[in-house]
């Protein structure tokens, strides 16, 4: 069937529209918050963090949420409260830039921070945020640097800094750079912990925060100034503070902030996956092979109970068939939800067990779950689902490793071999996360371990093989002192390819409302799982607003297959497009002989511009002449990558332009897809939109590939 539901009418600003976003909490989103709603006055048991990367978040003490309290607006009242987590992106040496909207009640005594970063919960820190006499920015490793400034009690502030790495520490009051310090010096760590509301050893409700804080967005690298004050613009325009910006700023004059600023990377005509439910169309049985496990405690037409709150039987989906049913201790369902579906719960030392066989080698487990008991030294354990029997497989994590204070996941052959494993988890207390374990018997790149759809590094990684296929009873759970709640639980005894794999991630995070936890290069934001068929008349409503779109997708693209390559620097005209000059260019798939970029572009249609170190020694060129309508500004949204694990580099830099005149330049380029965006004026309406990279002259070639460029 089509889409009906009422379209976007154009793409927002918000945190995420800057690469390196690592933190971004949100108190004007009740969703990010408990179970998914929050009403004023409320305990804050969870924060959901909306940056994209996974990053986990613990609630220590009784924050509070407050609906009107900071400039007649949501915060949360730190005053009894801290949260706390283990950065998924660590600050390299420290480097960041960070924004805190804040108020006061009174004055902290005593140094106390809103904002601190450590490099271990009992190691050196760097306040962003603090106060002892004045509001300090200030670090402590190696030695004692810091900027201050003066606010007033009970007025809203929005407070920036940034860190280089080294010497420099730059402090922004309100989108005025009020102080700066070159004496700083490098830390020799990084930033693995961060801290709001108190710091590690300090006690909530005795050495807090007094005040307000709405919102918390961290970068880990030192922003641009353009986009400093892209995420000043947007702040102060949310949260009513435009009046304090400097004059001549640009959240003075351009709307950054507007209600819809969560949908902002949804960018093609079908990218609505964040505005309907789109899973429900989304058959797991069907649409991936070898699904022989599937648990899910939302169709409570699957669970039986005792007295209507007991789990008696849990019935297996899959494949293979079988129920769960009580092992040791009393699990319940029917009690708890989330996202408005069903969870079963798992008190300490309790489980299910389940006798099936499970019978190839190659497998991918999925669950959505979050666990209840912070592990700790005395308890560090926590299994999903296995067997205490040689052989049968177990997959584990996260777990505490007491050597790092670290997490780890790993999927075994009990008793045998570490068949997948990582050191790089994050902390599972308290939150729901989709997690994936992948062993591959084709190859060990095949082989995952992810959270919310992030790739982990995986520290062992071997061949799907010996796995025992008998009939064995297993457990869900495994009866250690850990608890936790789980909400689907999904075994593909199969191959999987990399779509597969995310289409699940996409089903499970529509399902548990976890789209906002997964990165946004993931499928969910193009091809979204169950998405229909897309009505004309939709796709008509919309690019009525989407000025200029272009993906670069052809039918008679085919993997091995470039359109036109022009090799030797000469000259490429496709699809109205030009490329010139360089060393060669063209419209390519992901799996030609050009590009290994990590992870596949969806559609996988891309272009790419290349120079080359033995000549010519010219500009690599993309250009096509567009037309747009009077008014403005525009925005120009775009994604870029690099060729990884061949003979190319990263272009020094990747300028875009319009009618001659510059609308950004592009100077990071991380080896996985990721978007580029810049706003723009203009006055002539029909020019040149080019894309170009620097000759280089006796040295390895550069190269660039960009995917989907949109002007809105």
Not at 91 to 115: E, H, R, V, W
Not at 448 to 463: E, F, Y
Request: charged share 5%.
């Amino acid at each position: 069937m089509p889409i009906t539901c009422t379209p976007y009418s154009a793409v927002y600003f918000n945190p995420q529209a800057i690469s390196g976003c690592c933190v971004w909490l949100d108190a004007a989103d009740p969703v990010s918050f408990n179970s998914g709603a929050i009403t004023n006055g409320t305990t804050i048991t969870q924060w959901n963090d909306k940056s994209g990367v996974g990053q986990s978040i613990t609630v220590a003490g009784t924050p509070v949420w407050n609906s009107t309290t900071l400039n007649s607006s949501p915060s949360v009242n730190l005053t009894n409260g801290r949260f706390s987590g283990v950065f998924t992106n660590t600050l390299s040496n420290f480097t960041s830039t960070a924004f805190i909207i804040t108020s006061l009640n009174s004055y902290p005594t005593g140094g106390y921070p809103c904002l601190a970063f450590q490099n271990t919960p009992s190691g050196s820190f760097l306040r962003v945020l603090d106060y002892a006499g004045g509001f300090r920015f200030i670090t402590f490793i190696p030695s004692v640097a810091s900027v201050s400034t003066t606010a007033s009690l009970s007025t809203p502030f929005l407070w920036a800094t940034t860190y280089n790495g080294t010497t420099n520490m730059n402090l922004y009051y309100n989108g005025s750079n009020t102080a700066n310090s070159t004496t700083a010096s490098s830390p020799g760590s990084n930033a693995g912990y961060f801290y709001l509301g108190t710091e590690a050893g300090d006690i909530p409700g005795s050495n807090s925060w007094p005040g307000y804080v709405s919102e918390v967005v961290v970068y880990t690298s030192v922003l641009t100034q353009t986009q400093r004050q892209q995420v000043e613009g947007y702040l102060a325009q949310k949260w009513g503070l435009t009046s304090q910006l400097p004059a001549g700023h640009p959240g003075l004059t351009q709307t950054i902030y507007t209600s819809n600023y969560n949908y902002k990377f949804y960018l093609l005509p079908n990218n609505l996956a964040l505005q309907t439910t789109y899973y429900k169309n989304f058959n797991l049985l069907t649409t991936i092979p070898n699904c022989a496990i599937w648990l899910d405690a939302a169709d409570t037409t699957t669970i039986t109970t005792t007295g209507g709150t007991t789990l008696a039987t849990w019935v297996n989906k899959g494949s293979i068939g079988s129920s769960a049913t009580p092992g040791t201790g009393t699990t319940t369902t029917n009690v708890a939800t989330y996202n408005s579906n069903n969870i079963i719960q798992f008190a300490a030392s309790t489980k299910l067990n389940i006798t099936l066989a499970i019978p190839n080698q190659p497998r991918a487990w999925f669950a959505v779950f979050r666990q209840t008991y912070q592990l700790n030294v005395s308890n560090p354990y926590f299994q999903i689902f296995g067997a205490f029997v040689s052989g049968y497989d177990q997959i584990a994590g996260p777990e505490y490793n007491s050597s790092t204070g670290n997490y780890n996941m790993d999927e075994f052959r009990n008793g045998i071999a570490g068949m997948v494993d990582t050191i790089s988890a994050t902390n599972g207390y308290n939150v729901f996360k989709i997690y994936n374990w992948t062993n591959s018997a084709v190859s060990t790149a095949n082989n995952r371990i992810a959270i919310n759809g992030t790739p982990l590094t995986l520290t062992g990684s071997s061949l799907a093989s010996g796995y025992s296929t008998g009939s064995i009873t297993y457990s869900i759970m495994n009866g250690y002192l850990p608890s936790a709640d789980i909400a689907e639980l999904i075994l593909i005894n199969g191959e999987i390819t990399n779509v597969q794999t995310q289409l699940i991630e996409s089903y499970l995070a529509q399902k548990w409302g976890l789209q906002d936890s997964l990165p946004r290069n993931h499928l969910n934001f193009t091809n979204p799982a169950g998405l229909p068929a897309v009505d004309p008349s939709l796709v008509k409503n919309i690019t009525t607003t989407l000025y200029f779109l272009e993906n670069f997708s052809n039918s008679g693209i085919t993997s091995g297959s470039p359109i036109g390559t022009n090799y030797g620097g000469g000259t490429l005209v496709y699809n109205n497009w030009t490329w010139i000059g360089g060393w060669a260019g063209g419209i390519a798939v992901y799996g030609s002989a050009v590009t290994t970029a990590s992870p596949a572009p969806y559609p996988p249609c891309y272009t790419f511009i290349e120079t080359y170190g033995g000549g010519p020694f010219t500009p690599a060129l993309l250009y096509k002449t567009i037309s747009l309508p009077a008014g403005g500004p525009r925005t120009i949204s775009f994604y870029t990558s690099i060729r990884s694990g061949t003979a190319t580099i990263a272009p020094a830099s990747l300028t875009v332009s319009y009618a001659g005149n510059t609308i950004g330049t592009v100077t990071s380029f991380p080896s996985t897809w990721t978007l580029q965006t810049f706003t723009f004026t203009y006055t002539a309406l029909t020019g040149v939109l080019q894309f170009s990279i620097p000759a280089v002259s006796g040295s390895t070639d550069t190269m660039v590939m960009i995917q989907y460029i949109l002007i809105t």
